[in-house]
C-alpha cells in the first residue's frame, strides 16, 4: 500500500532549478514602466519626500535617467509634467514648447529605440488641480474632450509612441482617437485609464506633481472603489472606442478587477503600481519591519499573476536590477 500521502507537491518545490521550471508567472523588465517627473530647469533633480527615491528631474537629467532605465532593460517609460505656470484650462498641458513636450523630443533624439508614453491629464497644469474644464464647481466633461484632444495631439507632433489619457472623461478615448487619425496620427496608440478609482492611494503622486485639488475631490469622475461591476463596464466601453491597451489604476487594490478583465478582454492590459502602494512598501522596508526588495518582487509577480502583461511601477529600475541579479 503507497503510504499516504500519494501526491506530493512539495517534490516541485525541492530545488531552485525545479521550482524556476515550473513556476507559472515570469516578471522581466520588458515587463516593466518607468514613470518619470520632469519639470522647468537644466540640471535640476529633485527627491520627492513622500516617494523616496524618485525624483523630479529637468529635460537634459530625464533623458539621462531614461537612457540608464533603458540600459537595464526597461523599454518605456510615461511622463507626467510639471508646469512652470498653471491656468484655469491648463494650457501648457498642449502647448508646442510645453514641457512633456520638450522632453520627448529630446528622448526621441537620444534614445529613439525607448517607449515613451504620455500622460493625457490636465490636473498637473490647471491652477484648480482638477482633470478638465471647470465651470462653477463642476468639471465640464464634454468642453474637456475639446482639450484632452489637443494634449494628445501636441504629444504626438513631438513624437510620442502612446498616448494615455488618465482624466475618466466620458467618451475620451473615441474623441483621441478620432483626433489622432484625422492629423495624421494613426500609428499612436491608447494606453486608456479605463478602470481608474478615486483611491487613497494616489496622495504622493500628487505631492510629486503639485496636483492636489484646490476644492473638492475627483468623486465625480474617478471611479468609487467599491463598485467592480462598473469597472468592467467602463473597460468595455473604453476598448469598443478604440483603445489599444487598458489599465487598472491602482494595481495591488484592484487585482480581483485585473483578473476579471483578463477573463473579458483580449486586449492587452496594464497596470498601475500607485505611488502610495510604493511608498507603503519603501516606508516599512526604511523601517525594517519587512523585506523591501522581497516585497516589491512578491507585490509585482502578483499584478502579473493577476493578469496585467504591463506594469506601470516606481519599482521598475530596482527590480530590473534585481532580476539582472537572478
Given at each position: 500500500m503507497t503510504p499516504f500521502p500519494q501526491e506530493r507537491p512539495r517534490r516541485l518545490r525541492r530545488t531552485p532549478w525545479i521550482r524556476?521550471?515550473?513556476?507559472?508567472?515570469?516578471?522581466?523588465?520588458?515587463?516593466?514602466?518607468?514613470?518619470?517627473?520632469?519639470?522647468?530647469?537644466?540640471?535640476?533633480?529633485?527627491?520627492?519626500?513622500?516617494?523616496?527615491?524618485?525624483?523630479?528631474?529637468?529635460?537634459?537629467?530625464?533623458?539621462?535617467?531614461?537612457?540608464e532605465a533603458q540600459a537595464e532593460g526597461i523599454r518605456a517609460v510615461i511622463l507626467f509634467g510639471i508646469p512652470a505656470t498653471k491656468d484655469p484650462l491648463g494650457s501648457e498641458s498642449y502647448a508646442d514648447d510645453g514641457i512633456v513636450q520638450r522632453a520627448v523630443r529630446s528622448l526621441k533624439r537620444e534614445a529613439p529605440d525607448l517607449g515613451i508614453v504620455?500622460?493625457?491629464?490636465?490636473?498637473?497644469?490647471?491652477?484648480?488641480?482638477?482633470?478638465?474644464?471647470?465651470?462653477?464647481?463642476?468639471?465640464?466633461?464634454?468642453?474637456?474632450?475639446?482639450?484632452?484632444?489637443?494634449?494628445a495631439l501636441s504629444h504626438a507632433r513631438a513624437g510620442a509612441d502612446v498616448v494615455a489619457p488618465s482624466d475618466m472623461m466620458d467618451g475620451r478615448v473615441r474623441f483621441i482617437r478620432e483626433a489622432l487619425d484625422q492629423q495624421g496620427f494613426p500609428h499612436v496608440a491608447i494606453l486608456a485609464y479605463a478602470a481608474k478609482h478615486a483611491s487613497s492611494y494616489y496622495g504622493p503622486f500628487r505631492e510629486a506633481a503639485h496636483s492636489s485639488p484646490l476644492f473638492g475631490d475627483r468623486r465625480s469622475y474617478q471611479m468609487d472603489p467599491a463598485n467592480r461591476r462598473e469597472a468592467l463596464r467602463e473597460l468595455k466601453l473604453d476598448a469598443e472606442e478604440g483603445a489599444d491597451i487598458l489599465l487598472v489604476k491602482p494595481a495591488m487594490p484592484c487585482l480581483d478587477i485585473l483578473r476579471d478583465a483578463r477573463e473579458r478582454f483580449d486586449l492587452p492590459l496594464a497596470a498601475y503600481q500607485v505611488s502610495g502602494e510604493y511608498a507603503v512598501i519603501r516606508a516599512a522596508a526604511e523601517r525594517g519591519w519587512v523585506d523591501g526588495e522581497a516585497m516589491m518582487m512578491e507585490s509585482l509577480t502578483a499584478i502579473r499573476r493577476a493578469g496585467a502583461d504591463i506594469v506601470i511601477t516606481y519599482f521598475a529600475r530596482e527590480a530590473a536590477r534585481r532580476l539582472a541579479r537572478g
Open positions: 524556476d521550471l515550473v513556476r507559472e508567472t515570469r516578471l522581466a523588465p520588458a515587463d516593466l514602466v518607468q514613470p518619470l517627473f520632469v519639470m522647468p530647469g537644466e540640471g535640476m533633480k529633485q527627491e520627492v519626500l513622500s516617494l523616496p527615491g524618485q525624483y523630479r528631474f529637468s529635460v537634459d537629467l530625464l533623458v539621462k535617467e531614461a537612457v504620455t500622460d493625457v491629464c490636465l490636473c498637473e497644469y490647471t491652477d484648480h488641480g482638477h482633470c478638465g474644464k471647470v465651470v462653477g464647481r463642476e468639471v465640464d466633461n464634454d468642453a474637456t474632450l475639446e482639450l484632452l484632444g489637443k494634449v
